[in-house]
C-alpha cells in the first residue's frame, strides 16, 4: 500500500512539475540580430586580393577589387545558396560607395573598429 501511495505520489509530481514547465514563458528576451556572423560587425581583407561581388555566390559578377588589409563594417551576412560554394558564409560591405559581397574564406571579422584595424596593422 505505501509503494503505492509513494508512486502515485511521484506520479502526480511529475505531472504538476511538466505541466509548469509547458505552461513557463521566457523572460528574457534576446535583441534581434539581423547578421549570421554574430557579434563581428567588421572585417579585414586576408588574401592578397579579394572580388566583391553583386551577390552572395562565387559565380556572381565582379564588382571590384579589395586588398589585403582593408577594414570594412559588415552591414548583412547570408549563407550561399549556389551549389559551387552552398553554406559558405557570405558579408556584405561598401567600398568607396559601392556595396558588395565578399566570402568569408577571403577576410577575417572582428567585433569592434579597433581589433580590426589593429589586425589590418599586423599584416603589412
Known amino acids: ?30 535583441p ?24 552572395p555566390s562565387g559565380s556572381s559578377r565582379d564588382l571590384g577589387i579589395l586588398r589585403r588589409g582593408m577594414v570594412l563594417k559588415i552591414a548583412e551576412s547570408k549563407f550561399s545558396t549556389d551549389e559551387g560554394d552552398q553554406g559558405t558564409l557570405w558579408f556584405q560591405v561598401q567600398d568607396s560607395g559601392q556595396s558588395g559581397w565578399v566570402s568569408i574564406r577571403e577576410v577575417n571579422t572582428y567585433s569592434s ?12
Open 1 to 30: 500500500m505505501k509503494k503505492i501511495s509513494l508512486s502515485l505520489i511521484i506520479i502526480l509530481v511529475s505531472i504538476l512539475i511538466s505541466a509548469g514547465i509547458a505552461g513557463c514563458k521566457p523572460r528574457i528576451r534576446l
Open 32 to 55: 534581434e540580430d539581423k547578421s549570421l556572423g554574430g557579434g563581428n560587425q567588421w572585417l579585414v581583407v586576408s588574401s592578397l586580393y579579394c572580388q566583391l561581388k553583386s551577390e
Open 113 to 124: 573598429e579597433a581589433q580590426a584595424r589593429s589586425a589590418a596593422l599586423r599584416m603589412e
